[in-house]
């Protein structure tokens, strides 16, 4: 917003004043480092090993039910992904559309550099990890020189290197794939996303038009997973593929024109706050306790993954209005695992296979004799280890990338 300074006394030989444009208060949400948190942990549970007992403690009255219900929570975790498409669709969208009310436009190459900056050296250091090192150390899944090796490289090498893999892995190619380098199928889907949503901000002036364009658009990813799911019989046919798994970043999307808009039923969304942030949960258990996974091909993920998209557009509204949930996700150790969320989600699954590794070779060899203390302890040393790795790239890596990012910063964020 632009502002005339107070005037002095006119006289003849006075010079204009400059305009002078008021500084921008910098766009940061602490309680939204919680959410990024909590999406983590939703993701990293959906890949631990599933919760086993032996015949003799599954007899005792009450154990079946807690493993039930801890599988039940490891099999969900995935909608966590679902939190982060939400919310990185209504942190870029929302400094997009202040970004243009404060300059009259919008530089994507400065906004693309921004987002480059970000992910490329996180992304292509796993890249060169997950196809290059670890298979030269004979180490992780694939040996160097082996025949899986070989039809990964050739298979999902270029894909990947073009942020493509996502695509390559929605066409359920056969071909061995590295878990380290699955992980990265959600941050190709976020790159195309920055690329196409962002130049359609540069170009659509008018909220209504882009209202318009979200609202045609989310019959058409519902119809389009519907026929992939009928083509292909496979729900990760369609997980994958951006145009039909565009539900969160539509629902992060209207948040935000609705919020740039002033749009938002703001006293409303206070008083049922409570109702925002325990419905997604509610949603949650439901679904657990009585819907078939992603895993199990069945065409109800059609509708689950809508679901999913609005709880997870529910829980952001609810940390965003709701003073309580502002509270408990602005609690510092939250904050601190949601600005590592980056290196949190891309170095798990290579964190967890190390852990794994020795404790189950402990209890294979009789140093670890209970198994159930053999999969807390897997669980805890995955995620300490995971907790070191992302430190390690912060403090190595991604900080100074951060600090080249502010000179391409037209709109201070400390959100993204």
């Avoid at 006394?9 to 480092?33: A, F, G, I, S």
């Avoid at 593929?241 to 609705?258: E, F, M, Y």
């Avoid at 740039?260 to 969304?269: F, I």
Wanted: aromatic fraction near 14%; proline fraction near 7%.
């Amino acid at each position: 917003m632009a502002f005339q300074p107070e005037q002095a006394d006119e006289t003849p030989t006075d010079k204009p004043e400059p305009v002078l444009v008021q500084p921008l208060e910098v766009l940061y949400w602490p309680q939204l480092d919680g959410l990024r948190a909590l999406a983590f942990l939703m993701v990293f549970l959906t890949h631990q090993t599933p919760f086993l007992v032996s015949p003799e403690a599954a007899s005792i009255p009450g154990v079946m039910p807690v493993v039930l219900l801890i599988n039940w929570i490891i099999g969900w975790g995935w909608m966590g992904v679902d939190v982060f498409f939400v919310l990185s669709a209504f942190l870029i969208t929302t400094l997009l559309l202040r970004e243009r009310a404060q300059f009259g436009n919008i530089s994507f190459p400065q906004f693309f550099m921004r987002r480059m900056l970000r992910i490329w050296p996180l992304y292509f250091l796993i890249l060169l990890l997950g196809f290059f090192i670890l298979p030269a150390c004979q180490y992780y899944q694939y040996p160097w020189g082996s025949p899986e090796w070989k039809a990964m490289i050739s298979s999902y090498l270029p894909a990947f290197l073009l942020f493509l893999g996502n695509m390559k892995l929605a066409l359920l190619s056969k071909a061995p794939i590295a878990d380290s380098l699955r992980i990265t199928w959600s941050v190709a889907m976020e790159e195309q996303f920055y690329l196409v949503w962002g130049l359609i901000l540069t170009r659509v002036q008018q909220l209504k038009t882009l209202t318009m364009l979200i609202i045609m658009l989310i019959p058409f990813t519902l119809l389009l997973r519907l026929s992939v799911y009928f083509s292909f019989h496979h729900p990760f046919a369609f997980y994958y593929n951006p145009l039909t798994h565009l539900d969160p970043l539509l629902v992060g999307i209207s948040i935000a024109i609705l919020f740039h808009a002033n749009k938002l039923p703001v006293t409303r969304l206070e008083s049922w706050g409570a109702v925002l942030f325990l419905a997604p949960i509610l949603l949650y258990l439901g679904l657990g306790l009585g819907a078939p996974n992603l895993d199990k091909m069945h065409i109800s993920m059609v509708l689950i993954m809508s679901l999913s998209a609005l709880g997870a557009g529910s829980f952001l509204l609810a940390l965003l209005y709701w003073p309580p949930a502002k509270r408990l996700f602005s609690i510092r150790p939250l904050i601190w695992l949601g600005r590592l969320s980056f290196g949190l989600y891309l170095f798990h699954p290579l964190a967890k296979h190390l852990t794994d590794s020795l404790i189950l070779d402990a209890y294979r060899t009789g140093i670890i004799s209970d198994q159930i203390l053999a999969w807390i302890l897997s669980l805890l040393c995955g995620l300490i280890t995971t907790v070191l790795f992302a430190w390690l790239s912060w403090h190595l890596l991604e900080k100074h990338c951060s600090r080249l990012r502010k000179h391409f910063m037209r709109v201070p964020s400390g959100s993204l």
